[in-house]
Antibody
Framework: QVQLQESGPGLVKPSQTLSLTCTVS??????????WSWIRQHPGKGLEYIGY???????YYNPSLRSRVTISVDTSKNQFSLKLTSVTAADTAMYYC?????????????WGQGTMVTVSS | EIVLTQSPGTLSLSPGERATLSCRAS???????LAWYQQKPGQAPSLLIY???SRATGIPARFSGSGSGTDFTLTISRLEPEDFAVYYC?????????FGQGTRLEIK
């Protein structure tokens, strides 16, 4: 049973870079058919897709965040990471990593528990 | 981008009643790429329905999905106490992936 776990600082200062890591356990990140994704949820709000990375390294970013987002993968550690630059209070949110299955369900079948990130000085 | 509009925003029902949640897309979405999620307080969303009408593993039969094109529906035939939560639809037919704003299902 694949599980995902987010980690990273819970507090980031404005204008700095938000960095989060998602560790994949119970399975290999090298498995084809999964887009390893980041999604965020502003407090009390809906869900916003940030982007994904495939194990090969190919990426997709939501155009609304593309200029500030980088998603990378470390297959040796079975992890993928999110970097969001020049953060503001508007980036305060719960950040989830999730696996998007692109061979069967075309949906997010596994989610991490989420990590809350607050942008504040 | 495809905008998904869910209605109603809040639905107040009693256990045992039938719940009907709507998701309308601003452009046609292939049924293969429409999913529904349930989110309980303090938890991550969890997959309920994929491909508009297929139940995810372990999801009870009281949950069903239907629809095509721009109109999709999630139906819960007889509400159990654990079903009161927020429900989101999501499309993957056209990038970027988008979610609806959610429907809150609350106990009446």
């Amino acid at each position: 049973q694949v599980q995902l776990q987010e980690s990273g600082p819970g507090l980031v200062k404005p204008s700095q870079t938000l960095s989060l890591t998602c560790t994949v356990s119970g399975g290999s990140i090298n498995t084809g058919g999964y887009y390893w994704s980041w999604i965020r949820q502003h407090p009390g709000k809906g869900l916003e897709y940030i982007g994904y990375i495939y194990y090969s390294g190919s990426t997709y970013y939501n155009p609304s965040l593309r200029s500030r987002v980088t998603i990378s993968v470390d297959t040796s550690k079975n992890q993928f990471s999110l970097k969001l630059t020049s953060v503001t209070a508007a980036d305060t949110a719960m950040y989830y990593c999730a696996s998007l299955v692109v061979v069967t369900t075309y949906a997010f079948d596994i989610w991490g528990q989420g990590t809350m990130v607050t942008v504040s000085s | 981008e495809i905008v998904l509009t869910q209605s109603p925003g809040t639905l107040s029902l009693s256990p045992g009643e039938r719940a009907t949640l709507s998701c309308r897309a601003s452009q046609s979405v292939s049924s293969s790429y429409l999913a529904w999620y349930q989110q309980k307080p303090g938890q991550a969303p969890s997959l309920l329905i994929y491909g508009a009408s297929s139940r995810a593993t372990g999801i009870p039969a009281r949950f069903s999905g239907s629809g095509s094109g721009t109109d999709f529906t999630l139906t819960i035939s007889r509400l159990e106490p654990e079903d009161f939560a927020v429900y989101y639809c999501q499309q993957y037919g056209r990038s970027p992936i988008t979610f609806g704003q959610g429907t809150r299902l609350e106990i009446k």
